[in-house]
């Protein structure tokens, strides 16, 4: 998939657009906490572009939002409306000028024949599963439409923050690897990088219940730690039927699930970080495990303050710290590519690019 020879514009071009990803969870989160994600009920991919500039356009958009339940239930002024609007509408433009930093780049790297074969045709399903993330989140915006619903239901958005981490795995794992196509040759690290990759996966999905806590609003219940109001299984836990949308929708499934694999996750994650920073490797991937340590602690220290002060806006901030956790660990578990079962060598002795 990857050109055996380094390609570092190549490689940059990725890891700028996984860098994007990040700034549109920065501004979806922000959205989300202002309650903005209902704002724009109308989707033009290619000239949304274009701002309200008429007092006519702003009563069309105004009008609409007029026609979400969230409005019905909450009514706000035009000028309230406008401050909705706008970082919604920079967040959707910002959608675009990813999409922009995608295909002009990507045509330029095919026609100058740095793509192999295989290159194009995952970097092609990577714009797809972006474009396709897009696509969801517009439907998204679009169940704001239905009566009663007030934000959007709790089964569509953990999923779209997966997906995105997805995203961003793929462009920065493709990306890192085109930079340094040969891996270190790390023996006796293979232990090593089979537990970072269950840290991944363990933090995606406790990502993922994240999502389902902040769209189930389960920050306003349950607001003691590490007891859930004196309870270690909380009241009202698997009341909803059927059995499995107790694990979806119901806030003390939901919050206790979270907070579960939050343990779990963190000890493992601190565990394989300590691991890597007794491991004889290379200085930088060692660097790499303080920080992945240093940002766990810091996520889980931040879940517990945003859950006792039921503080969103710190909510905010313990969502974007777990994405740079995600984009952490998977640099490291890149850096780890080239470990292999046996006897482990000194630092110096590891050969390869990394
Ligand atoms: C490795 C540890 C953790 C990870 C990776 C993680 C991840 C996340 C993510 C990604 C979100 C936000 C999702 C979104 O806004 O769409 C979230 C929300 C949340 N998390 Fe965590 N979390 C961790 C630990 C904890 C802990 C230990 C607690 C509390 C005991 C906690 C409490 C919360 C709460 C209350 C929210 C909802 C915030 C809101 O409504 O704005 N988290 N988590």
Known sequence: MTPARP?????????????MIFGMVIGGGHARTINAGFSIQVWRPITGFIPPMTAADWSYLFGLYQKTALFQSHPISLAAYKALFWPMFLDRC????????FIIP????????????RLKLWLGAVFLAGAGQATYGWYMVQTGMQ??????????????????MMVLFALLWTGLSIRTP???????AQTLRRLTSASLALILLTMFYGALVATTNAITVFNTFPTMDG??????????QPLWWNFIANQATVQFCHRLLATITALTVLA???????????????????IVAALVALQYLLGMTTLILAAPE?????????????????????????????????????????
């Open 231 to 240: 309870q270690w299984i909380p009241k009202g836990f698997l009341t909803f």
């Open 106 to 117: 990507f045509v330029y790297f095919w026609y100058t024949g740095q793509l192999s074969r």
């Open 314 to 354: 710190l909510g905010y901030v313990h969502e974007l710290n777990a994405v740079l956790l995600f984009g952490a660990t998977t640099l490291a578990r890149h850096g780890l590519r080239g470990a292999t079962a046996g006897r482990r060598l000194s630092p110096s002795l590891a050969v390869g690019a990394e």
């Open 7 to 19: 390609n570092k514009l190549l490689g940059n071009w990725l890891i700028l657009l996984a860098c």
């Open 94 to 101: 910002w959608g675009r000028l990813i999409a922009l930093t």
């Open 182 to 188: 040969t891996p270190a040759h790390l023996p006796g």
């Open 147 to 164: 009566p009663g619903v007030l934000s959007p239901p709790p089964a569509w958005a953990g999923p779209h923050l997966v997906t995105a």
């Open 272 to 290: 394989t970080a300590t691991l890597g920073l007794r491991a004889p490797l290379p200085p930088a991937l060692r660097d790499n495990f303080l």
